[in-house]
Nanobody, 126 residues
């Protein structure tokens, strides 16, 4: 089992940048691909992006492509979500998640992820 704790959320203005972190503890971090999801008010949980176990491969939702980037530091058991050019529609609770269902592709469905963090709030004011 792995425990995930997100941090770095906050209140920012449209156009600003923010970096979220997700620290993992428990089982060996490198055996998991990692994903980021978000859930806005009154909305379903939405895939943001994912990163492979080695960090060599990333995959993003169209809504964030070119603005967000995911990286990981396996020595620190941490995955990051760099968010640039933030928009009001990016307002949501952001969750990181861990998966081992990544044999062929990085999954974008929440039910393919085994472990979840509690989330961190990001609010973008326009």
């Amino acid at each position: 089992q792995v425990q995930l704790v997100e941090s770095g959320g906050g209140l920012v203005q449209a156009g600003d940048s923010l970096r979220l972190s997700c620290a993992a503890s428990g089982r060996t971090f490198i055996i998991y691909a990692m994903g980021w999801f978000r859930q806005g008010p009154g909305k379903e949980r939405e895939f943001v992006g994912a990163i492979s176990r080695s960090g060599e491969t990333t995959y993003y939702a169209d809504s964030v492509k070119g603005r967000f980037s995911i990286s990981r530091d396996n020595a620190k058991n941490t995955v990051y979500l760099q968010m640039n050019s933030l928009k009001s529609e990016d307002t949501a609770v952001y969750h990181c998640a861990a998966t081992q269902f990544d044999k062929f592709v990085l999954p974008n469905q929440p039910n393919r992820y085994l472990y979840w963090g509690q989330g961190t709030q990001v609010t973008v004011s326009s």
